[in-house]
């Protein structure tokens, strides 16, 4: 299994929008190995289809599409040939013997997009783990508190309280085994 598709299957439904958005940032790479503008991982790293921006304004008004100023459009006349078999290049992200600063403006601005994106993604999942822990505790504080008000009513003397202190007590290990459930799920995130 690939690891795109194993993160999806591995997901916790519904939080599905609180995990890393591997397929963006897998693209952005892929933009950079197929020679494509820098334009496009900038768009990418914005979480924008490059194809929405560069697509001219409609005609009609009911389906806009975003104006690009032609300074922001990727320079079509300097064209790369593609790679012959005679001639076998190594892509430059795979390159082990050029630094970083050796490849170019246009692997830096790839690096800085991807860098961006990422930097975006790490912050969503830390916000939404922020949240979840909060709830969480606030869950934990209420459970404790009840089961603190409980032990303190004591034994119960007739049979009625009896079976009101049961279903009290059965709720307060219910929340515990919910609230245990829940952190479970949030170990995975």
Same mark, same amino acid.
Request: hydrophobic share 45%; no cysteine.
């Given at each position: 299994m690939k690891f795109g598709k194993q993160i999806q299957a591995e997901q916790?439904?519904?939080?599905?929008?609180?995990?890393?958005?591997?397929?963006? !940032?897998?693209?952005?790479?892929?933009?950079?190995?197929?020679?494509?503008?820098?334009?496009?991982?900038?768009? !990418?790293?914005?979480?924008?289809? /490059?194809v929405d921006i560069l697509k001219p304004v409609s005609q009609n008004h009911s389906t806009p599409a975003?104006?690009? /100023?032609?300074?922001?459009q990727p320079d079509t006349s300097n064209t790369v040939e593609p790679i012959t078999q005679d001639e076998p290049e190594e892509p430059p992200i795979l390159s082990a013997l050029q630094q970083d600063d050796d490849r170019g403006s246009d692997f830096q601005a790839h690096k800085a997009a991807f860098f961006f994106k990422l930097e975006r993604e790490l912050e969503k999942i830390n916000t939404f783990y922020l949240q979840k822990e909060a709830e969480l505790k606030l869950r934990l504080e209420t459970l404790l508190s009840k089961?603190?008000?409980a032990a303190m009513r004591g034994l /119960?003397?007739?049979?009625?309280?009896?079976t009101v202190n049961h279903v009290e007590w059965s709720a307060v290990e219910e929340g515990f085994r919910l609230l245990e459930r829940d952190l479970g799920k949030l170990q995975v995130l």
């Open positions: 916790v439904p519904g939080w599905s929008a609180y995990y890393l958005d591997y397929k963006f !940032l897998k693209k952005i790479i892929s933009s950079l190995t197929a020679n494509r503008p820098a334009s496009e991982a900038a768009a !990418l790293a914005l979480g924008v289809r /490059p975003i104006r690009v /100023p032609a300074s922001a089961r603190r008000a /119960p003397d007739t049979s009625e309280e009896i």
